[in-house]
């Protein structure tokens, strides 16, 4: 059985059961005024990409509303799966060989007084080791080209450079100073939810599958404050199995 809950005073809405009812109030959303963004859009801007239809067309190498670019070798596409996919697809073996996308016309900026919300989910597959990339940068089609992240370049997200296996870690960059804390392995075939809020004094917190997770060393003083989009990458990190990345959903709010 479900009770309605309404929290007007934060604009939540949440839904209640037994079994929630003592973290009702915990994970990335938790303070988010998603009832009041909804209802007036001057208050706080939003995007859910739920990878079910995209403008234009749709190819191996395009994808409506994202620029691709292919480092070597790449495949992407919608999937027919229940809520929407997006694939993204090495197509070789070799050390760096991959694709990236970056969300067109959308981008967002860390500021003081504008609180931040962000969720996403994907899994990878069929890899022992891979470089990957899932959040947010400045425009860059060689973010990731030679294995590591290019530090000249703002960022804010979750990743995987070369050498890293399958643990992935949290990165931040302002272009002069580069910061990381490793999060976790990422299990194989098995999809995993990723979060972040940003306050309004720029104090980050990081969630996995709903849970905090500490940070020692990505902190208020280097988050970027350049424009950042969307941004996806997935590339071969030289295993004998070419590395496939599923992109359920990236979703994000934040405070005008």
Not at 45 to 50: I, L, V, Y
Not at 122 to 149: H, P, R, V, W, Y
Not at 168 to 185: C, H, N, P, Q
């Amino acid at each position: 059985m479900y009770d309605l809950i309404s929290k007007y005073g934060k604009g939540n809405l949440a839904f209640q059961t037994l079994d929630n009812k003592g973290t009702i109030n915990d994970g990335v959303w938790a303070d988010c005024p998603r009832l009041a963004f909804m209802q007036d859009p001057a208050l706080g801007h939003s995007m859910n990409e739920d990878f079910e239809y995209v403008p234009g067309a749709q190819t191996s190498t395009v994808l409506g509303g994202w620029v691709y670019s292919q480092s070597y070798s790449g495949a992407i596409g919608l999937q027919d799966l229940t809520g929407g996919v997006l694939k993204l697809d090495c197509n070789s073996v070799s050390l760096g060989h991959g694709c990236q996308l970056q969300k067109l016309g959308e981008s967002v900026a860390f500021a003081s007084d504008k609180e931040f919300w962000f969720e996403g989910r994907f899994k990878l597959t069929s890899a022992s080791k891979c470089q990957i990339f899932f959040g947010f940068a400045e425009t860059d089609g060689d973010l990731l080209k030679a294995g590591n992240l290019a530090s000249s370049t703002e960022y804010l997200g979750f990743g995987i450079e070369t050498g890293a296996g399958l643990t992935y870690s949290l990165y931040s960059s302002t272009g002069a100073v580069e910061k990381s804390d490793e999060i976790a392995a990422l299990v194989s075939d098995t999809y995993v939810k990723v979060g972040l809020k940003i306050d309004k004094d720029l104090n980050i917190t990081c969630y996995v599958d709903d849970a905090e997770v500490s940070l020692s060393n990505v902190a208020t003083l280097y988050l970027p404050d350049a424009q950042l989009t969307p941004t996806l990458i997935c590339q071969s990190d030289g295993s004998t199995v070419q590395p496939v990345m599923y992109v359920d959903y990236i979703n994000y709010m934040q405070r005008r």
